[in-house]
């Protein structure tokens, strides 16, 4: 089993950073697919970036050039640097893992291991 827990959420006003963290522990294979997702009240959960075992990064478009993500292999830790937070940024965001080298897929899915996710408010 692979456990996951974010942390890092939060209220801001639009325009302001957060950074989000999710730490990995209890793994069970040597390399995963790493994402984030997010949920916003009444919508579907849906795909913001993504990052494979060798540090290959995607993102979704609508939160290109304002998120990123990263991580630090030594730590076990995940992150999402979110600048320029709009409204409709708001959600519950949660980390994802799929075993694996490379993230074949961004499909919800296709990530069998979930963490419990973080709230981001953001308000105008």
């Known amino acids: 089993q692979v456990q996951l827990v974010e942390s890092g959420g939060g209220s801001v006003q639009a325009g302001g950073s957060l950074r989000l963290s999710c730490v990995r522990s209890?793994?069970?294979?040597?390399?995963?697919?790493m994402g984030w997702f997010r949920q916003a009240p009444g919508k579907e959960r849906e795909w913001v970036a993504a990052i494979d075992s060798v540090g290959t990064t995607s993102h979704a478009d609508s939160v290109k050039g304002r998120f990123t993500i990263s991580k630090d292999n030594a730590k076990n830790t995940l992150y999402l640097q979110m600048n320029n937070l709009k409204p409709e940024d708001t959600a519950m965001y949660y980390c994802a893992a799929d075993p694996g080298t490379y993230c074949y897929s961004v499909q919800r899915a296709d990530f069998p291991y979930w963490g419990q996710g973080t709230q981001v408010t953001v308000s105008s």
């Open positions: 209890k793994y069970t294979y040597s390399s995963y697919c």
